[in-house]
């Protein structure tokens, strides 16, 4: 009761909390002071003491309420205009940030084949013929590296396909003074610098190691390793434990798949990160520990108990947190090492050079079958003559901020799952292409309904056909289908994206010939 009388003679005083500006917080102040305050001080002019306090409070207020706004903006990707803001919602978005974009381009390479003559017919050798490796490098008039990205293998002398035999009426660089007995190849070259940088890692355990690369605009890493012989592998996030490999098809013809992906373990690995403004990369190694005895996937807390050995109490003692964290659940940290970081990197409009400008060899990896003859082998290669026909494409400058930031939406909406058709389809059609094209693909529950879900496929053949049939009086050639090596690439690479409780029965499409 004493309590309720005290609150009914206590003076209501009604607040608003509608004042967002100086003017606004000046007004409620005066007015406040005014009411409550009247004996105290009248003068609020802006000379008097009053008005000073007044302008000061509202000064502050005003302040307040401006950075609040200025915050709450800064929440909003599209209205944020902090550098640092704008920055973590494009790492949190997952924006992939890349810098200056290389240019790529086919390469013809040209040799000249030794040959012998036997009964007034041309034999040429086939123990001359080479295979240039990936990794060759030639050079434009303006100074770009272009590096070969594959192996051009003359002894097979196709490409999807299609022969590149002994061509007459080809267009051979300028400075050969005949085109008889040349053959070439094209090969896909991509614009940049090679680079290798060496970095010495201590003894000292140090989880999330970071590392800065030298140069900007990198494009590719196409290696980390270490000098214990440790491959370190890029992945998504520290979490992801194994990595897509993608190897050559040993039984390789013209109709089989030239590439085969297969999962592999990373417990060395790292993650990737550009900075938008300097394009400088960052690689952050695992934070497991190496040198511990780590059996388990996380580790076990009882490990850190104390034992007692027959007391029955104890005194405080210290634990240190970290020693919960030395798992190799998110990878293994470098340590005691020097690791070896090879790169690609550099790019630009500059890179789109024009046609017939890439003449120079700048290294040249070639080799020859164990069979071969000295002197054909010294031929061929002095022969060896490259140009490109046509321009050199896709170099472009780094993006800016603000193109960076219109991406967020488009990243918000994909999703690194198969949940929907839409999302199967989008998975099978997205296989890279060594390791097969899909032409068409449908897909349906199985009749029973247990719900596993066919896929049926149909490929094109290389020469772009996709079935093999006679004429309709006669006895239809065998059906040609999809190859295993296809299915096999397409069940490994759909395996990281199902849900856990899908299933998928991949096999061939039935085709009905209505002609």
């Not at 919602?89 to 013809?108: C, F, R």
């Not at 100074?143 to 002894?155: A, I, K, Q, Y």
């Not at 394009?279 to 190694?285: E, V």
Request: glycine share 6%; proline share 4%.
């Amino acid at each position: 009761m004493e309590k309720d009388k005290k609150n009914k003679n206590t003076k209501i005083v009604k607040r608003s909390y509608l004042a967002r500006d100086f003017n606004s917080f000046k007004l409620n102040l005066i007015n406040h002071a005014k009411t409550f305050f009247p004996d105290n001080i009248d003068d609020f002019s802006e000379a008097g003491l009053g008005g000073m306090f007044v302008d000061m409070i509202s000064y502050i207020g005003d302040s307040m309420s401006f950075y609040l706004d200025h915050q709450f903006n800064e929440l909003k990707w599209s209205e944020a205009i902090e550098i640092d803001n704008i920055k973590k919602h494009i790492e949190l978005a997952g924006v992939d940030i890349y810098g200056a974009s290389p240019s790529t381009v086919y390469v013809n390479c040209y040799i000249r084949l030794p040959w012998t003559m036997t009964n007034g017919t041309k034999n040429y050798k086939v123990t001359a013929m080479p295979t240039i490796k990936k990794g060759t490098r030639f050079q434009a008039n303006n100074g770009t590296t272009f590096n070969l990205m594959e192996d051009l293998n003359f002894s097979t002398r196709t490409r999807d396909g299609k022969k590149y035999l002994f061509e007459n009426n080809t267009i051979v660089p300028s400075r050969d003074d005949t085109k008889t007995d040349i053959v070439f190849l094209p090969g896909m070259c991509v614009s940049g610098e090679i680079k290798e940088d060496t970095y010495s890692i201590g003894d000292d355990f140090t989880p999330f190691r970071e590392i800065v690369l030298t140069d900007e605009n990198i494009s590719l890493i196409e290696s980390v390793k270490d000098s214990d012989g440790n491959i370190y592998y890029e992945v998504d996030n520290l979490s992801q434990d194994n990595v897509f490999t993608i190897f050559d098809n040993k039984d390789l013809s013209n109709n089989s798949i030239e590439k085969v992906i297969s999962l592999v373990p990373a417990p060395y690995r790292y993650t990737r990160s550009m900075d938008p403004q300097s394009f400088n990369t960052t690689l952050t190694f695992g934070g497991g520990d190496a040198q511990s005895n780590d059996d388990d996937l996380l580790p076990d807390p009882a490990d850190l108990s104390l034992p007692l050995y027959g007391k029955t109490t104890f005194s405080r003692f210290s634990l240190d947190p970290n020693s919960l964290l030395r798992t190799q659940t998110l990878g293994v940290a470098p340590r005691n090492t020097t690791i070896t970081v090879k790169y690609r990197h550099g790019g630009g409009f500059s890179h789109n050079v024009a046609e017939k400008t890439i003449r120079e060899i700048i290294f040249l990896d070639m080799t020859f079958p164990s069979n071969v003859e000295h002197n054909d082998a010294i031929t061929v290669r002095t022969s060896l003559d490259i140009m490109n026909l046509k321009k050199a494409s896709g170099g472009s400058a780094p993006p800016t901020i603000t193109e960076l930031r219109d991406q967020i939406p488009v990243a918000r909406n994909s999703q690194n799952r198969v949940v929907t058709k839409e999302d199967l389809l989008a998975r099978i059609y997205s296989l890279p292409a060594p390791l097969g094209r899909v032409f068409r693909a449908a897909m349906a529950e199985t009749p029973n309904s247990n719900g596993q879900i066919e896929i049926a496929l149909i490929s094109r053949n290389f020469d772009g056909t996709l079935i093999n049939y006679g004429s309709m009086q006669t006895t239809s050639n065998e059906l040609q289908v999809v190859e295993d090596n296809l299915k096999i690439n397409l069940k490994n690479y759909l395996e990281q994206f199902r849900m856990i409780n899908d299933s998928y029965i991949i096999m061939d499409a039935a085709i009905h010939n209505f002609g």
